[in-house]
């Protein structure tokens, strides 16, 4: 079972996140998780009405996809969180700093 919000940047560990700062992105969604999860060669089973416990309140959080289990979850995690990383979610820009000022 792998829900969109272990992969969400904005989210600490307490609150759902299960990869590393460095390999999350912000705002995953459910169809980039799809992508990156059939990209990096698993065949992920979708259900679209499901909720996450933690944001059983938020109807744009709905989804989780099941994965056959090929190894630890956590490595599962990691392939799906490389193909997240390289297709570029919102969060993977850097963010916009106002120039610096001469003194």
């Known amino acids: 079972m792998i829900w969109p919000i272990y992969f969400d940047a904005a989210r ?9 700062l ?16 059939t990209r990096s060669g698993l065949k992920p089973e979708i259900e679209r009405e499901k909720r996450h416990p933690k944001t059983w309140h938020v109807a ?16 599962v ?5 490389g193909f997240l990383k390289a297709k570029g979610g919102k969060g993977d ?4 700093e106002a120039p610096k000022r001469a003194p």
């Not at 995953?28 to 998780?33: A, G």
């Not at 709905?62 to 190894?71: D, F, H, N, Y």
């Open 60 to 75: 744009e959080a709905a989804g989780r996809i099941l994965v056959p289990k090929s190894g630890p979850k956590s490595e």
């Open 12 to 20: 600490s560990r307490s609150e759902g996140r299960m990869v590393p």
């Open 22 to 37: 460095q390999d999350a992105i912000h705002e995953p969604t459910l169809d980039s998780v799809i992508s990156a999860a």
């Open 93 to 96: 820009k850097k963010r916009w």
């Open 77 to 81: 995690l990691k392939r799906i969180a």
